[in-house]
């Protein structure tokens, strides 16, 4: 059956290291999209991309970054880990731009 | 500024009975909204949705109603039954395709 992983589901880092979240999608969708959860804010959309080679900045993406080398696979990367990054990270990907999204089961960040 | 909210952050309802959850948003321009039904330590999962040209749509125990003059949708679950206990997020799709997410609501159904 096609999914979408998130890999680590758990990480503790510290701050000012570079961590990068995965998140793998069978889908073979073109649109990807991070989001974190937080809460008293819901889901706030981090970077999104539309198709390999296409990422975009959403509400929350400062500090964060993503690229797209192919299809199925769209990292978060957090240049330099902040305590206020302390999060649940949410990937998702959609068949079209406009349709509901699915989302992997999350990773939980912890930064001290 | 919060664009989708979801005023109650829980909810308790008797096995059986109605569950109604409420959302409210900002933005006249969205025009097209969805309810997504989260378990702890798993994703938000797809529910039921609604375009803006419609003011109902039902799928089996769920519906939701949209209110467009008041910038209201509510999702109603009927009867409700325990495993239906989960946290639920309303979004809202504006016209360049982004979404926005309420708080979340979490509902418990008492057995």
């Known amino acids: 059956d096609a999914e979408i992983t998130q890999s680590p589901r758990h990480k503790i880092t510290e701050t000012g290291r570079q961590v990068t979240l995965a998140c793998h999608q069978t889908?073979?969708?073109?649109?990807m999209f991070w989001y974190r959860q937080d809460l008293g804010h819901g889901l706030r959309l981090i970077h999104y991309?539309?198709?390999?080679?296409?990422?975009n900045k959403g509400e929350v993406s400062d500090g964060y970054s993503v690229s797209r080398s192919n299809t199925e696979d769209l990292p978060l990367t957090l240049e330099s880990a902040a305590s206020s990054q302390t999060s649940v990270y949410f990937c998702?990907?959609?068949?079209?731009?406009?349709?509901?999204?699915?989302f992997g089961p999350g990773t939980r960040l912890t930064v001290l | 500024d919060q664009q989708v909210k979801q005023n109650s952050p829980s909810l308790s309802v008797q096995e059986g009975r109605i569950s109604i959850l409420n959302c409210d948003y900002t933005n006249s321009m969205f025009d097209y909204f969805l309810w997504y039904k989260k378990y702890p330590a798993e994703g938000p999962t797809f529910l039921i949705s609604?375009?803006?040209?419609?003011d109902k749509n039902e799928d089996g125990r769920f519906t939701v109603f949209l209110n467009k003059s008041a910038k209201h949708l509510s999702l109603h679950i009927v009867p409700s039954q325990p495993g239906d206990s989960a946290v639920y997020f309303c979004?809202?799709?504006?016209?360049?395709?982004?979404?926005?997410f309420g708080t979340g609501t979490s509902l418990t159904v008492i057995p």
């Open positions: 991309s539309y198709g390999v080679q296409d990422t």
């Open positions: 889908w073979n969708h073109n649109n």
């Open positions: 609604i375009s803006s040209i419609k």
């Open positions: 998702a990907s959609s068949r079209t731009r406009s349709n509901e999204q699915f």
């Open positions: 979004a809202a799709r504006d016209t360049g395709n982004q979404f926005y």
